[in-house]
T-cell receptor, first 110, second 112 residues
Framework: QQQVKQSPQSLIVQKGGIPIINCAYE??????FPWYQQFPGKGPALLIA?????SEKKEGRFTISFNKSAKQFSLHIMDSQPGDSATYFC?????????FGTGTRLKVLA | KAGVTQTPRYLIKTRGQQVTLSCSPI?????VSWYQQTPGQGLQFLFE???????NKGNFPGRFSGRQFSNSRSEMNVSTLELGDSALYLC???????????FGQGTRLTVV
């Protein structure tokens, strides 16, 4: 019940495409859902986050869609660029800890 | 504003030894969390501290311990190192612990 399931494991899109990464959870006690971007050799960097009382949030080219009833949330990257090639992690927070998804390795082709 | 600083960046230790990792949070942040990242297990929560008190702990053996000082800086200690402890250890700081968390670059620990 503490798991966060993330898919797909990897994703390849053309420049300008809109990659979509999905996450699902079971624990309704989760109250904060961030997305992180990680480049090789670096720590995860916070991209965007949402709370369960909001269905969508946009920050720049990144959008989170949140479906509370389905217990699912997703990240959309608009107009993707080769510089977006990285590993993306969703997470869910409860009791001062994050449960992370397994990560999605995104490659954006030039 | 300076980010989260972790030291050292790289460490090589021998099985059976112990190691201490350090984390300086963003100024003003009082919550510090630690995570272990491995290719096989992903990012796993170790523990979280707020105002020198551990508020939550993950499912790791007692060889893994931590503490937080009055200036919010935190240390993590691993005793009796095993080969399987080789990982990237990440520290994250946040204001209260249930809001945005910002990660450091991590300490890459290799146990040989």
């Amino acid at each position: 019940q503490q798991q966060v399931k993330q898919s797909p494991q990897s994703l390849i899109v053309q420049k300008g495409g809109i990659p979509i990464i999905n996450c699902a959870y079971e624990n309704t006690a989760f109250d904060y859902f961030p997305w992180y971007q990680q480049f090789p050799g670096k720590g995860p960097a916070l991209l965007i986050a949402i709370r369960p009382d909001v269905s969508e949030k946009k920050e720049g080219r990144f959008t989170i869609s949140f479906n509370k009833s389905a217990k699912q949330f997703s990240l959309h990257i608009m107009d993707s660029q080769p510089g977006d090639s990285a590993t993306y992690f969703c997470a869910a927070s409860v009791s001062y800890k994050y449960i992370f998804g397994t990560g999605t390795r995104l490659k954006v082709l030039a | 504003k300076a980010g989260v600083t972790q030291t050292p960046r790289y460490l090589i230790k021998t099985r059976g030894q112990q190691v201490t990792l350090s984390c300086s949070p963003i100024s003003g942040h009082r919550s510090v969390s630690w995570y272990q990242q491995t290719p096989g297990q992903g990012l796993q929560f170790l523990f979280e501290y707020f105002s020198e008190t551990q508020r939550n702990k993950g499912n790791f053996p007692g060889r893994f311990s931590g503490r937080q000082f009055s200036n919010s800086r935190s240390e993590m200690n691993v005793s009796t190192l095993e080969l399987g402890d080789s990982a990237l250890y990440l520290c994250a700081s946040s204001n209260l612990g249930n809001t945005e968390a910002f990660f450091g670059q991590g300490t890459r620990l290799t146990v040989v």
